[in-house]
C-alpha cells in the first residue's frame, strides 16, 4: 500500500486549522516553487511528513529564523529531552484509541518506545520512526511538550516483510527546500551492508548512522539540488561499492526490479533485470 502525497496524515484529534495548514503546506510544496529573492542560507533542517515506503518525493518546509542545531538519535537511548516528547506524543497518536482511519482495514502498527529507530530535530520541529516486525509508524512534531504541540503521522505494515528493495530501502525522506537544500534521511539496510553515503554530486558527501539495520543521515547547509542526482551509495565491509541509487527517486521507479525467495517480482516495474530481494539486516 502506497500514501499518495497529496493525502494529509491522520490529524488524530488535532484541531482544525491544523489539518488545513498542514493540508496548504503539503500542496503547497510539491507546487512549482514561487521565484525567490536572493537571501542568506541559512541550513535549517525543519522536518514535515513524507509519505512511506515508496517515498514519492520530498517535503519542503522552509523556516530559515529557526535554530542551525541538530540533533539524530538513533534509537531511544539517545533521545533529548524534546526528541522523548515528540516520541511520546507519536505513540499516542498512533495508539488504537486515538485513531480515526478513513478505511477500517488500515490497522496502525503497534509500536512502543523500545521500537524508535530513528529520531531528528532541529529548532522547535521534530520527526520520529518506529520499526518492529509489524511495519513502521513515524509522525512529525511541532513544538513537542509545548501548548502550541501540533503535527501528524503515518503508519505502515511490512508489504514484503523483511525482503528490501536490494542493500537499501529508504522509508522517510524530508527536505527544507522542494528540489533539495537540506535532508532528513532515514531507513532499513540489508546485512550487507557496512557504510552508507550520501553522495552530493558536488564533491561532497554524508555519512549516515548506521544501528541494528536501520540508517539515519542529516545534512547541513548541502544546498542539494535534485538535478544533481544526489545519490545513497552503501558499501560492504571490505569497503566495495555495493548499490548506488539517486536519492529522490521513488521505489517504483528503481533501476531494476527485486524479486523474492519464490522468484515472484515484489519491488520495482517488470524488467529483464530482476535481482533478488535482500533481507533486512537487523
Known amino acids: 500500500m502506497v500514501n499518495n502525497i497529496l493525502d494529509l496524515p491522520a490529524e488524530r484529534d488535532l484541531p482544525p486549522e491544523t489539518g488545513h495548514a ?3 503546506r503539503i500542496l503547497g510544496s510539491v507546487s512549482p516553487p514561487p521565484a ?6 541559512i541550513a535549517v533542517t525543519v522536518a514535515v511528513l513524507l509519505t512511506v515506503a515508496s517515498g514519492a518525493a520530498a517535503v519542503m518546509w522552509d523556516r530559515p529564523d529557526r535554530s542551525a542545531v541538530q540533533v539524530l538519535a538513533m534509537g531511544a537511548g539517545e533521545l533529548s529531552p524534546t526528541l522523548q ?11 488504537p484509541q486515538r485513531q480515526t482511519r478513513q478505511d477500517p482495514q488500515e490497522r496502525p502498527v503497534p509500536v512502543s518506545l523500545a521500537d524508535l529507530a530513528v529520531a531528528t530535530e532541529r529548532g522547535d520541529r521534530a520527526l520520529v520512526l518506529f520499526m518492529n516486525d509489524v ?22 505494515r511490512w508489504p514484503h516483510g523483511d525482503w528490501l528493495p536490494g542493500p537499501v530501502q529508504r522509508l522517510l525522506l524530508t527536505s527544507t527546500e522542494a528540489d533539495g537544500g537540506d535532508v532528513n534521511v532515514s531507513g532499513r539496510v540489508s546485512a550487507r551492508v557496512n557504510r552508507l553515503v550520501l553522495d552530493h554530486h558536488d564533491g561532497h558527501t554524508t555519512a549516515a548512522r548506521l544501528s541494528g ?3 539515519g543521515l542529516m545534512t547541513s547547509d548541502a544546498r542539494l539540488k535534485a538535478g544533481n542526482t544526489p545519490e545513497l551509495v552503501s558499501y560492504d565491509a571490505g569497503g566495495t561499492e555495493i548499490d548506488r541509487r539517486p536519492l529522490f527517486q521513488a521505489e517504483d521507479q528503481l533501476e531494476h526490479c527485486y524479486t523474492g525467495p519464490d522468484g515472484k517480482r515484489i519491488y520495482g516495474t517488470p524488467t ?10 537487523r
Open 22 to 24: 498542514m493540508r496548504a
Open 36 to 41: 525567490r529573492t536572493p537571501r542568506l542560507r
Open 213 to 215: 539495520g536501520v540508517f
Open 85 to 95: 516528547e515528540a516520541a511520546e506524543q507519536c505513540l499516542q497518536w498512533n495508539s
Open 135 to 156: 511495519g513502521y509508524a513515524t509522525c512529525d512534531v511541532e513544538s513537542p511538550g509545548t501548548a502550541r504541540e501540533s503535527g501528524g503521522g503515518a503508519t505502515e
Open 272 to 281: 529483464s533485470d530482476c535481482r533478488p530481494a535482500e533481507k533486512w539486516g
